[in-house]
């Protein structure tokens, strides 16, 4: 009834509908322009964008950098064709399909500025079966100790820094069994003579196998096992025994020598600042690059690593390890950007409890429901990666909130708001390794602990809670705050626990150390800051106490040793131990003593100007 069209006028469409003598008016108003788009949608810089069949692939113009879209997935493509990746091949019958989908994503530097966008074609590897489509999954990865510890290496001696990273590094490895994919998103579809739809086969390993990145570190590690194999008058590479993704090109000159610390297909180089150690590198990188793509020269100082950012001065004597973006984004997703100011990240002299978790049945009903909302779980994610990363004044505060992630109540997430505002206070702090003016000859640990008696409660267990931090040059590498997993009759038991737990870590550091100055002189052994007599001296006398026990065989660990002499205990100041940080919530002066202690530092505080120690 288009003529009896009462908006004709308005370039819509109605009509009326007469059922039974009850007549109604129908319009449908087309959308404004409708073959153009408001291109305001935004990439994540966090998370992907998932694009999983052609219609969503379709949708992508919507986004601003649409452009810079189809530029990152047609660089996948090509990268996958020129890797000869897969074939386009007739399906064959009874092969399983799988599908793929695309991952999207803006590349950001630590700073938050804009680097490129990322696409990733990823076999959907959820719907695979073990023993079917792939068999082992675990593939090693270096820790952020070892990375810490290569860093401080390298500052310490004024070595060379350098970074790069293999591009589409799974594409390197063979597939296990033959696999088979439908037509990813945005690549057209393709028939055979008959008219049945084609599919991709895979002649190498992608994204998205459960077992794609075991396959590529064992393709990684062989390389480097048999570079220079043929001739053994050049430097070869020995794997750590300690890391197995950190590895050590050594030859017969002390120059010759390079530090490679792997992180999937992200590579740290640390080596000498000589001509011999220069040539032994570009021969390394030169011969890489014959086997793999990289994503630049290889040649290009290391500025930002796995998301860390490093900052280093002109004549690399001074580092500072930060993460600009990512505090801004967390400070961002939780309002807290304006927020007033906190010089602690908790409350002196309280303990959070899971007595103030909300109680079974109506009685907490309240406090639950005040928690509906509040991304408690999600934020406690977040910090736990800075506390992990560089932020070590934020362990214990973090770790006491996560203890209660399972049941927060409000008082929990007053805790946690705390840390925030703390966090936007110290947004720009950032933790510096300088070269020390004379190396120390030995790796150095602080340890401590709390005794549950003096501050918890039955509802906590009465465990106590360890602490610890280790450094070299006062280079903070390792540092932990955890609650104990036994109750400890006296602070000497506490303390003992403590020690023992930290000396392991030490033992563990001193030897990476060790690995990757093989040949430094005067070198020492570890040694370990109690605050605690009579812990140091339960730990140097295998006596017959019958206050010790019952102390769980582990724990002397530390005993053993300190008899053979490989651990020296020293005594500290309970008011001069920076571990005290760790176990306990303290005062502002206090807490930014022990802060400053290791140079977790603002940019305009000069590290000269730290307390001595």
Known sequence: IAEYDPFIDKHVFGFQLDVDGDVGTYVFEPLHQPHAYAATQQLPTQGNLVVASQREYEKLQHYEKYSDVVKAVCDEYNGFDDRCVWQCVPCPQGETLHDCMLLIKEKVAPDG????????????GDRMVQGVHYTDTFAPTTGLCALRCCLSNTVTHGWCGKSFDVSQAFCNALPEFPTYLRTPPGLKQQYDSEGKPMCYKLDKQTYGVPNGPRRWHIVLHNWLMRYNAQCPDKPRFVQSALEPCLYHLRGQDPDEHVDVCVFVDDCFCSFPDSPTAHACYNDFVETFKKSFALGDDGHQDCKEFIGLNLTWNEDRTELALDQPHIVDSILKRY???????????????????????????????????????????????????????YRYDLQYSVNACARVANNPGPKHWQ????????????????????????????????????????????????????????????????????????????????????????????????????????????????????DNKSAIH?????????????????????????????????????????????????????FSAYRNFHNLLPPTLSVRQTMSG
């Open 335 to 389: 309002n807290f950007k304006d927020s007033r100011s906190a010089y602690t990240p908790a409350l002196a002299n309280t303990l959070l409890s899971s007595r103030d978790c909300p109680a079974p049945g109506p009685e907490g009903d309240a406090d639950r429901e005040f928690m509906k909302d509040k991304p408690y779980r999600q934020c406690i994610g977040d910090l736990l990666w800075l506390s992990r990363v």
């Open 415 to 530: 805790a946690l708001c705390k840390i925030l505002r703390y966090l936007n206070h110290t947004r720009e702090y950032r933790l510096v390794f300088r070269k020390p003016e004379a190396s120390q000859p030995h790796v150095t640990g602080y340890t401590d602990s709390d005794w549950a008696p003096n501050y918890g409660t039955y509802f906590d267990n009465y465990r106590s809670t360890s602490g610890s931090i280790i450094s070299h040059n006062k280079h903070a590498l390792v540092w932990k705050s955890r609650r104990q997993d036994r109750v400890a009759q006296s602070s000497t038991e506490a303390e003992y626990y403590a020690a023992a737990d930290t000396a392991k870590d030490l033992t563990f550091v001193s030897r990476i150390m060790k690995s990757l100055s093989p040949n430094a002189r005067n070198v020492s052994s570890p040694v370990l800051h109690i």
């Open 538 to 590: 339960a730990a140097q006398n295998a006596q017959d106490n019958e206050k010790q026990r019952h102390i769980d065989m582990r724990a002397h660990f530390l005993r053993d040793l300190v008899t053979r002499k490989s651990l020296h205990l020293q005594f500290i100041s309970g008011l001069e131990n920076p571990a005290d940080a760790q176990t306990k919530p303290l005062g502002d002066v206090k």
């Open 113 to 124: 500025s804009f680097i490129k966008v990322k696409a990733r074609c990823v076999i959907r």
